[in-house]
């Protein structure tokens, strides 16, 4: 799949801008805080209906007139197109609008969506930021967001899922610190955690599966990558301790033992203790822990690896490649790395933003369509 168009208006600090993209290489190119992310923003909201950088939808308004308050701001809502063919479709249009108050609306070719969830599939993407390079780094809540948001796009059922589980889980919560003053509300603990077992055990499924593919296309490719002197091996880390051998009905079953057994603590806490919302991914170089003990060479591999992997996965599971966003992440690799994800590029549409000059050359050797960006103006090179 590839993108042809994405317009912009009133999308941070783009008032009103058109962008047509090459089907295979395109490079933005610019200075700090001129808008290149932006860009990339903006597809990836065209992909999960969110943001890869604010949990806020309203901070992605542009309203140049601050300290006005955004709610009196004459432009204050923002609206993203964006035209895409696949491999069996062709000029499918997304469109993305959210206002000040908040309220986001989704239409796909003009007809609206009831639910975020519906988008899912459409436009798949695979983003590669600075901050991935040390995903394995960094909190459990961060390897499982990449792992949501990655399997939210090659099975949208996963998403609604999750969302069901999420709100299962606020509402429980909520119970567990109630139950302390009124301990009589213990007796509806049972029918609360029913769908968050059912829910749940379905998320601990589908993240094992996924893991499992890909840790098979990430260990391949960091091989590559590393010449074979290395071995990269992801390693599912769930709450609850399942085995590979269990089925829907048997996570279920060990899901629903262990919030048993954790009452006590959990009215403590007031907070549930095991579930999907507790679990990490591993990531292991030569069977050492890359948190712990990786270099930050061996991280920036692993994380590349991780991503090329991505890129696999889902052409695998949908036949058609993901659109590849490289946000100033090229300057971040060696000549060898660069070449690693090269091969990657050359299958899908990438759009890559940098500061490097060396990267913008590249660009122009590679015949990319190039792209200035100042601010908040994109013009063709």
Same mark, same amino acid.
């Given at each position: ?18 962008? /047509? ?6 490079? &933005?190119?610019?200075?700090? =805080? ?7 923003? =903006? @597809? ?11 949990? !806020? ?6 309203? #140049? ?14 609206? @993203? ?43 798949? @993407? ?26 939210? *796009? ?8 999750? $969302?069901?589980?999420?709100?299962? +889980? ?27 077992? *059912? ?48 089925? $829907? $009905? ?9 919030? $048993?057994? /954790? ?12 579930? #999907? ?17 990786? /270099?930050?060479? *061996? ?13 696999? @996965? ?7 490649? #993901? ?7 090229? /300057? ?19 759009? =890559? ?16 369509? +190039? ?7 994109? !013009? &063709?090179?």
């Amino acid at each position: 799949m590839y993108i042809t168009d994405l317009t912009l208006k009133n999308f941070r600090n783009y008032g009103n801008q058109d962008i /047509s993209f090459d089907g295979a290489y395109n490079v &933005i190119y610019g200075r700090n =805080a001129q808008g290149k992310t932006n860009i990339l923003e =903006a @597809v990836f909201l065209c992909s999960t209906g969110r943001s890869h950088r604010t949990n !806020k939808d309203i901070e992605m308004i542009n309203c #140049p007139t601050t300290p006005v308050p955004l709610s009196k701001c004459d432009k204050n809502t923002l609206r @993203v197109e964006l035209t895409l063919n696949k491999k069996n479709r062709e000029n499918i249009r997304i469109e993305v609008e959210i206002n000040a108050n908040g309220k986001k609306g989704v239409k796909i070719n003009g007809i609206p969506i009831k639910r975020i969830g519906e988008m899912m599939g459409y436009l798949n @993407v695979v983003i590669f930021s600075p901050e991935d390079v040390l995903l394995a780094k960094e909190e459990p809540q961060c390897r499982r967001r990449f792992l949501d948001m990655f399997i939210s *796009q090659v099975r949208p059922s996963y998403f609604f899922c999750l $969302q069901q589980y999420n709100k299962g +889980l606020r509402q429980r919560n909520a119970l567990l610190k109630q139950a302390r003053e009124d301990p009589k509300l213990l007796d509806t603990l049972d029918a609360w955690n029913a769908p968050i077992v *059912q829910n749940g055990a379905r998320i601990m499924a589908e993240r094992r599966r996924y893991i499992d593919e890909l840790g098979g296309y990430a260990e391949k490719n960091h091989s590559l990558l590393t010449s074979g002197a290395e071995v990269l091996n992801l390693h599912y880390c769930p709450s609850v301790k399942i085995s590979g051998e269990d089925g $829907q $009905q048997g996570i279920e079953k060990k899901f629903k033992i262990c919030l $048993q057994n /954790s009452k006590e603590i959990e009215l403590v806490r007031h907070s549930t203790q095991f579930g #999907p919302h507790r679990d990490d991914m591993s990531l292991r170089v030569n069977g050492n822990d890359l948190k712990k003990y990786g /270099s930050q060479g *061996q991280h920036r591999t692993a994380a590349l690896a991780l991503k090329m992997a991505q890129v696999d @996965v889902m052409e695998a599971e949908t036949g058609d490649t #993901p659109v590849l966003l490289l946000d100033d992440v090229m /300057s971040e690799l060696d000549k060898g790395r660069r070449t690693g994800l090269s091969k990657n590029m050359k299958k899908t549409q990438t759009i =890559a933003t940098c500061t490097d000059s060396d990267v913008f050359e590249q660009g122009k050797e590679m015949n990319a369509r +190039l792209f200035m960006v100042e601010s908040g103006g994109v !013009k &063709i090179v």
